[in-house]
Nanobody, 124 residues
C-alpha cells in the first residue's frame, strides 16, 4: 500500500521557519514527480512547489524565494523548507507523488498519491 506521511508542521510567528518532511512507503520516489500542496480554510487546494525526477523545481508565485523543495531519493523522502512565513501561509500542507493515473496536474507534473496532511499555522 502506498503511503505518504507528512511531518514537521506546527505553529510559528510571522517571519519564522518550518521544515516539512514527507516519507513514502510502498512506493519508490526516485523516478517520480513529487510536490507540495496546501489548502487554507475556505479555499481550494493550491499547488505550491514541485520537483521532477531530474531535480527540476517549480514554485507558485506566492512562495517563490521563501520556500525550497528538495528530495532525498536514498531516504525515499521529500522536504519543504519554509522561511519567512506569513499569516497567509496558514493551511493544511499535503505531500503529493506521481501516480498511475494522474488525478491532479500542476506545472506539468502529475500527482496521484496524497498524504494526510500536516497543519501549519502562522500568527501575526
Amino acid at each position: 500500500q502506498v503511503r505518504l506521511v507528512e511531518s514537521g508542521g506546527g505553529s510559528v510567528q510571522a517571519g519564522g521557519s518550518l521544515r516539512l518532511s514527507c516519507r513514502a512507503s510502498g512506493y519508490t520516489i526516485r523516478s517520480a514527480d513529487m510536490g507540495w500542496f496546501r489548502q487554507a480554510p475556505g479555499k481550494g487546494r493550491e499547488g505550491i512547489a514541485g520537483i521532477d525526477s531530474d531535480g527540476s523545481t517549480r514554485y507558485a508565485n506566492s512562495v517563490t524565494g521563501r520556500f525550497t523543495i528538495s528530495r532525498d531519493n536514498a531516504k525515499n523522502s521529500l522536504y519543504l523548507q519554509m522561511n519567512n512565513l506569513k499569516p497567509e501561509d496558514t493551511a493544511m500542507y499535503y505531500c503529493a507523488a506521481q501516480g498511475p493515473y494522474g488525478e491532479t496536474w500542476w506545472q506539468g507534473l502529475r500527482f496521484g498519491y496524497w498524504g494526510q496532511g500536516t497543519q501549519v499555522t502562522v500568527s501575526s
